[in-house]
């Protein structure tokens, strides 16, 4: 097999101690860590070179000034992005930060369809989350093995609670600290303000539905100044890029961090296509990058290397990088990689109209809501439960404006008057379900499908367990209840039958599962490679179970956990 | 130098740069600056004569007329119109907004005698809300059915309303002089008192 020697390749020798794969949320924080110990290291994104602030194009445009009126272009997101542009944070405000569909294919089975949402562009989907940051419960981290299902974590809540800390502390979580086992406290800045129909809302569900608990939303946007970012201003569509930094990314946030230790070398447009394993040394030596612009090909020799390139683009990498020694895919001595595939259960959002609190109103546009955390089958309760495990829902604020209520009948000064003022309230429940790992959610790839640079696409099979489909059913059952208490007017709710499809929450995960057994997860209880001492895998692949909250926050921790044992490994000469 | 000043200096560096295209299919015009820009509106529709750019102006000012705040004519919204129907509508959605036209054009004076312009006030009126009543079957007219891109099949004056309010509150004039516009608020409160007469923020959340 190709060493990094193969004279097909340019010769490059540039030597760094640790290669990090992805600027995302996870490589954005190996690029801090690695670099802050001193490491010299250089990070490699397939996406353009967006530069923090000055390239956030759509920042602050009002809508006069988007083509059409920020009417959506429909002939070219259809061309060009017609999975992309189904995200709400999707327009052409943001456009330059998104994977372009069609230069960029995958495969994914019509009867177990996969939705892969993607940026292109360095800071990766770090420019686009939802930002919602939480920490996972102990009871997460014992869900596989007191139930059966995956295999055990190799750690629990009291591993990463200090690494939770680290990051915390960093990227600056506002929320309020409300002593939950089921929802620990993170390191809060102060908690953002609330509407005054939450307080309502809250008041009511303690007297009418007191087993539940509502917290404002947990959010890695500032409240105020912190680590030389500012405060929120408040002006709203945070995925257009904030060049105030106040919402956290690896553009505003970890990767300055990097490069002010002069130790980062980032590279953009360099799409990365296999690793290079040694067999005598049973190490990876390099990396082989194709430049998406030329498409020359160059390789990076290091004696470190993370893998953050998100889930599937991680899966790929490992798979396309197979040897004599590792048939089936690098690090795959297990056969776990590329199976286990999880994400959220996402429900359609249970819409309440609110005719309380009509003569308050709100200024500036709060980028959180609020969050209502797993209540069902915690520790001790709903033995009865048709299902295993939990969900939370998030909870949404909008006032009507002339956007819903348009395509009424009426002329002149009437009209006019209705479409400027604002109607009733809403309070929109979106549920996020836990999901089972199981096997057959995998990714593979296609030998006879190459994308544009001569690389096998990825082929994506993922359905529902009959678990996630009654915990659809009891998300209903339990947002009806929840509409009702909370003293919705009226209320759509989600339905009986699941629609969600798997990707959608954009919460995907767990194809190189962690565990301490080498023959059923690809790495160990520090995201090593059980195959492979010199490769670290910390973005949401490594995960062997899903909780119910938003994973990032949990992967930054992992990330920065992992960072540390690594670059110990490294100086004690054990890598 | 404060945030506002920074922006304008960050747009001024910006625009105009050049950046690689190969292997993407972003256009040029996408990097620059959108806050810098040029309105939408400021570009000049070729799209219909101006017999009919007059006929659109008058259905516009009849939907959103001026009031104690400007209307649809002072936010430039029959340019809106045109250039959407030019370069947004689609072929089928085209065609209905043709012969709309069409039949304000030539209809509409075979039977009132004059040109739909030079009616008077409560004839255009109840020529358009019989145009109204005519489409009410419309699927335009369901309840909660806006959050999408077009109804293709709507008829004209559907396609008029839709394109004169869009126009109307996502225009300069609209959002700055009759809905309530901060874009920089600096702070949240959810909390603050509403008067029976207040406007709303453009903005939906998110």
């Known amino acids: ?575 | 130098m404060n945030r506002r000043e920074l922006l304008q200096c960050a747009a001024i560096l910006v625009s105009g740069v050049s950046v690689s295209r190969l292997g993407f299919s972003l256009s040029d015009e996408q990097w620059t600056y959108l806050a810098n820009a040029p309105d939408y509106i400021a570009r000049t529709p070729a799209y219909l004569s101006p017999s009919q750019r007059e006929i659109i102006a008058v259905i516009a000012d009849i939907i959103i007329p001026e009031t104690d705040t400007p209307g649809a004519i002072a936010a430039g919204v029959p340019r809106y119109i045109e250039l959407m129907a030019a370069d947004w509508l689609n072929d089928q959605e085209r065609g209905i907004f043709d012969a709309g036209v069409a039949y304000m054009e030539t209809a509409i004076p075979e039977e009132y005698g004059l040109p739909f312009v030079q009616l008077n006030p409560p004839q255009q009126l109840q020529i358009l809300e019989a145009m109204e009543a005519q489409a009410s079957d419309s699927s335009w007219y369901e309840l909660g059915n806006v959050q999408r891109d077009f109804v293709s099949d709507a008829p004209f004056i559907c396609q008029m309303k839709e394109l004169t309010i869009w126009g109307f509150f996502t225009s300069e004039v609209g959002v700055t002089q009759v809905l309530q516009y901060d874009p920089m608020p600096m702070h949240f409160d959810g909390d603050t008192p509403l008067g029976p007469d207040d406007s709303s923020s453009p903005e939906f959340l998110i």
């Open chain 1, 1 to 575: 097999m190709a060493t990094g020697t193969d004279p097909m390749i340019a010769a490059q020798h540039i030597d760094f101690d640790a290669i990090v794969i992805g600027s995302g949320i996870t490589g954005g924080w190996a690029a801090k860590e690695l670099t802050e110990k001193g490491l010299r290291v250089l990070v490699l994104d397939r996406g353009k070179n967006i530069r923090h602030g000055t390239d956030y194009l759509g920042e602050h445009a009002p809508d006069w000034k988007a083509p059409f009126q920020d009417k959506p272009d429909r002939e070219l997101f259809a061309r060009e992005y017609p999975l992309q542009s189904k995200n709400y944070a999707f327009s052409e405000f943001n456009r330059q930060f998104w994977n372009n569909d069609r230069d960029n294919p995958y495969i994914s089975n019509p009867e177990k369809p996969f939705e892969w949402f993607r940026a292109d562009a360095v800071g990766g989907r770090s420019l686009l989350w939802g930002r919602q940051s939480y920490r996972w419960s102990e009871q997460d981290f014992k869900s596989n093995s007191d139930d059966g299902n995956g295999i055990p974590w190799p750690i629990g809540y009291t591993d990463l609670a200090p690494w939770y800390s680290h990051v915390e502390k960093f990227a600056g979580i506002s929320g309020q600290a409300e002593g939950w086992p089921e929802l620990p406290d993170s390191e809060f800045l102060p908690p953002m303000n609330s509407f005054a129909l939450e307080r309502t809302i809250k008041q009511r569900l303690a007297k009418k539905a007191p087993d539940l608990r509502m917290t404002i939303g947990r959010s890695a946007v500032l409240t105020r100044d912190h680590n030389g970012r500012s405060a929120c201003h408040y002006c709203g569509p945070c995925h257009r890029g904030c060049s105030t930094g106040s919402y956290f990314s690896s553009q505003s946030a970890t990767l300055p961090a990097a490069r002010a230790t002069g130790n980062l070398t980032l590279k953009s447009d360099a799409v990365v296509e296999r690793l290079i394993y040694d067999e005598q040394s049973g190490k990876i030596t390099a990396v082989q990058v194709i430049d998406a612009n030329s498409g020359e090909r160059h390789s990076y020799s290091a004696r470190l290397f993370f893998l953050c390139a998100s889930t599937v683009a991680t899966t790929q990498l490992l798979l396309n990088s197979g040897s004599d020694k590792f048939p089936n895919g690098l690090a795959n001595h297990s056969g776990a990689l590329g199976q286990h595939l999880m994400d959220h259960l996402e429900s359609t959002p249970v819409v309440g109209i609110f005719l309380d609190d009509m003569d308050r109103y709100y200024f500036g546009n709060r980028p959180n809501g609020s969050y209502i955390p797993r209540f069902r089958n915690l520790p001790g309760q709903d033995a009865d439960s048709e299902f295993l495990r939990g969900y939370g829902f998030q909870a949404n604020v909008l006032r009507a404006n002339w956007k819903m209520a348009y395509n009424q009948k009426g002329f002149g000064a009437d009209l006019k008057d209705a479409l400027r003022k604002p109607g009733f309230w809403i309070w929109a429940l979106t549920g996020f379900g836990e999901c089972l790992p199981r096997p057959s959610n995998r990714i593979a790839l296609d030998h006879s499908k190459l994308d544009r640079f001569g690389i096998p696409q990825v082929s994506i099979e993922f359905d529902w367990s009959d678990n996630e489909q009654a915990m659809w059913k009891d998300m209903n059952q339990q947002s009806a209840r929840i509409m009702k208490a909370a003293g919705a007017v009226f209320y759509q709710g989600m339905g009986d039958t699941n629609t969600a499809i798997g990707g959608g929450a954009i919460h995907e995960m767990g194809t190189a599962r962690m565990g301490n057994d080498p023959a059923q997860s690809v790495l160990n209880a520090h995201n090593q490679a059980h195959d492979v001492a010199n490769l670290f895998v910390t973005d949401g692949s490594c995960m062997t179970s899903s909780s119910c909250v938003n994973p990032s926050l949990t992967y930054m921790a992992l990330t920065a956990r992992a960072c540390d044992y690594a670059s110990k490994q490294l100086a004690a000469g054990a890598i």
